[in-house]
């Protein structure tokens, strides 16, 4: 067994506790668990008292304590188990992660639905509630759902997806772009239906409808800070899937600033969203920062002067001095349809969640060709591509290039975590063909330590492709020329691809080479 590591550094607060009550400080940071000894003490007593058993000989266990003054807790486990426990101190967040890694998130309440009897968990129900940590919500099923989502919140995830399968319920958290599987126990795949239900009648839903899809929102206050959550429910083989989408308000900060431009890319970028009329687009997939871009772009221009109105599905942040509509597809508030009332408003800026079918391309160039600046999103590969996009979808090239004054594509890539990011000096058959390394200059890498939580990656940052439209590129579109001949068009005139500023980024120290191989690769490079 690998025994704790003891801290030498006096200057720790824990330690200097330590020996104020004369104990001894270990650092659990590389200390192997003991899942066998752990088994031997009731979860939730753990869970509870945050209480890690290290070692144990004969009848005598080593156990790593937050409190000092917690002697009551320690009592009773002796009492409980027959064992002599010895207390040391260690960090309180190492004791609660090493518990959640063996026995996973919302163990201690697991444990206690486990020793409910067969009638008490068939006759859960969960209460409704918007606080979470009100001592009012004591139900074991709240609570551990309330644990699922502080967990997530903790890790910074933007996405929790709930997953059943044949005997087990999977957990993933969607952290800085990546799926990450979550530890939880193995008893909780007999909940899964209780959970769903509690996350339901949260979502405001139907919890005896298991056979449709349903949409909802859940609106929380977290330690003060407000969290929305945008709930999914699907019917799947083995159960119904849930995916959370959490978006935590306090840490959005919407401005250009925090969208992190390069210098000359966001002068071009402010020139643009200032003209008086015509349709500007920002172009990437699902998860790729659109809507922060173009929020951050409206807080940039918005003045009383201005009248700025958008059609969002849905309205993710409340923006001050900005009209907001939902769409409501069911009744149908579509955005075409939403955006012909919009223009009766006299707004002089406009802004639409998404051009996803022709209807709503056509309402968006007909609006910027009346004198409104319009900005909206579409799904394509590069920035180049939307010119051919628009035309696929029945829009004239006449129209298209006319209207169309800008493209801006983007792409979110991890930040290195600048607490252990590695310099190193790439070999030279290690560096695709496109990127060119200045003599004598490193790269770095990502390692790994507890601030990333062993990733070597913390937060992400953007990597963008402007493509403004110019006479030439008018002309390409008129030609309907492909996507290919445009942005090489574009790439003569000064633009700079997706691949080389985020080459930029890898030069600058922000992110890896195979994190930009990853989001960007080449068609010869295996993602």
Known sequence: MISAITNTDSSSPYSQLAARFGMEFVDLEQFLVDTSLLQTFPGQDLFREKILPLQRVGNRVQVAVADPLNLEALQDLTVRTGLYLDPVLAPEEQIQRHLKNALGVGGGTVHELVAMSKEEIDSLQAAAGDEIGDASQASSVVKLVNELIMEAIEQKASDIHIEPEDDDLAVRFRVDGMLQIQPMPAEIQRFRAAIVSRLKIMAKMNIAEKRLPQDGRIRLTIRGHEVDIRVSVIPMLHGEGVVMRLLDKSRASLSLDSVRFPEELRRHWQTLIRRPHGLILVTGPTGSGKTTTLYSSLCDIRRP????????????????????????????????????SVLRHDPDVVLIGEVRDAETAVSAIQASMTGHLVFSTIHTNDAAGTFTRLIDMGIEPYLVASTLQGVLAQRLVRRLCRHCRME???????????CILPSSQKLWKASG???????????????????ITSSRIRALCMQQSDSTEIQAEAVRQGMQTLRQNGWQRVLAGDTSLDELIRVCPLETENP
Request: glycine share 8%.
């Open 305 to 340: 002067d201005l009248k700025i109105i958008t059609i969002e599905d849905p309205v993710e942040y409340n923006l001050k001095q900005i009209s907001q509509i939902q769409v409501q597809s069911q009744i149908g508030l579509t955005f075409a349809a939403g955006l012909r």
């Open 424 to 434: 190193y000096l790439p070999e030279t058959d290690q560096l695709p063909s496109d």
């Open 449 to 467: 330590c507890r601030e990333c939580r062993g990733s070597g990656y913390s937060g992400r940052i953007a990597i963008f492709e402007l493509l």
